[in-house]
């Protein structure tokens, strides 16, 4: 969507090993959390990675765009036992990323489990270019969101069950090291955008989780719960130990979009607004500022 709200959508493709043609993508596309990659060295391509929960396992689906058509092209989908649980990606290039496994616990009950305790069970893979699958940092009570500053130096990850967002330093062989950690009071973070221009960061989250748990429960057969929002802006401080400095942008009943998910900002000259989704929404909302 642009900023006069044009919608444009892409169609999903693939190329037919048997005639070299372009068809329908024709795997499962069960989307969760996405990024796109941009490369300045080919700045007329992009790279999609998607969560994928296709009912044969989760995995990241990995697409190319070229700016100007109107699909977009499937380069291959992985998996590992890793990520039996994924919940969010981050591109670090066209062939490599971070995502977050939310649980460890794969059966019903232990996950409802892990959720009500606040188990740190969850953990971030690493996918890097010799194809392989690693644990790059454990012990995170729900990782939710990843997103990385415009330099790659950090990546940012959210964990719900223990409210707060943590900065890591990638090292060379994709593990990640903690630089600093902010913890929240009656805000449960989810999805985490950063803001090129700044390197400041917006985190969309929730205010209630009981009426967020009872929206998710019943949203299908029709529910009368409205989980409060909210938005949160974060700025890393000069020094590592001085951790964020926390800034409260937006906050809502739950008329405005129930439980959202995710919060962007979107520049146009000297006007900026916050795009907001959710996950359970057929609609965005938009916020000037």
């Known amino acids: ?24 993508f024709s795997q499962e596309l069960r989307v969760h959390g996405f990024d796109i990659y ?27 765009h070229k700016i100007g058509t109107r699909y977009i092209q499937h380069v291959k989908t ?15 290039s066209r062939s490599t990323f971070y995502a977050t496994n939310d649980m460890r616990s794969t059966g019903s009950i232990m996950r ?17 270019h010799e194809g392989m699958f690693s644990i790059a940092a454990d012990k995170i ?8 500053s415009a330099d790659g130096n950090s990546i940012f990850v959210s964990a719900s069950s223990d409210p707060s967002v943590s900065e890591f330093r990638p090292t060379s ?9 902010i913890y929240f009071k009656d805000f449960v973070p989810d999805n985490i955008s950063v803001d090129t221009a700044t390197g400041q960061l917006l985190v969309a989250g929730f205010l209630n989780t009981m009426e967020l748990f009872r929206y998710n429960h019943e949203v299908l057969q029709g529910t009368s719960a409205q989980p409060a929002s909210a938005v949160r802006r974060l ?26 998910t995710m919060a962007t900002l979107q520049r146009k000259g000297v006007k900026q607004r916050i795009l907001l989704g959710a996950v359970m929404a057929d609609h965005i909302a938009i916020c000037d500022m």
């Not at 090993?17 to 329908?24: C, I, R, Y």
């Not at 009570?141 to 990385?148: D, P, T, V």
């Not at 062989?173 to 950690?181: H, M, Y």
């Not at 809502?252 to 979009?257: A, E, I, R």
């Open 235 to 260: 700025r890393p401080l000069p020094h590592p130990h001085a951790g964020f400095s926390e800034e409260r942008v937006l906050t809502h009943d739950g008329t405005l979009l129930p439980s959202n």
């Open 141 to 148: 009570a729900y990782a939710n969101g990843i997103a990385r």
């Open 38 to 64: 941009w490369d300045s060295l080919d700045p007329t391509e992009l790279t999609f990675m998607i969560v994928n929960h296709q009912e044969s396992g989760s995995g990241i689906s990995i697409f190319r």
């Open 112 to 128: 409802r489990i892990e959720i009500f305790f606040g188990m740190p069970w969850g953990y971030i893979v690493y996918f890097g």
């Open 78 to 92: 992985v998996k590992s036992p890793l990520l039996h649980s994924p919940n969010d990606v981050v591109a670090t």
């Open 1 to 24: 969507m642009d900023e006069n709200n044009n919608l444009e959508s892409l169609r999903v493709m693939e190329i037919d090993g048997s005639t070299g043609k372009l068809v329908p």
């Open 173 to 181: 062989a994709g593990a990640l090291l903690p630089v600093r950690k």
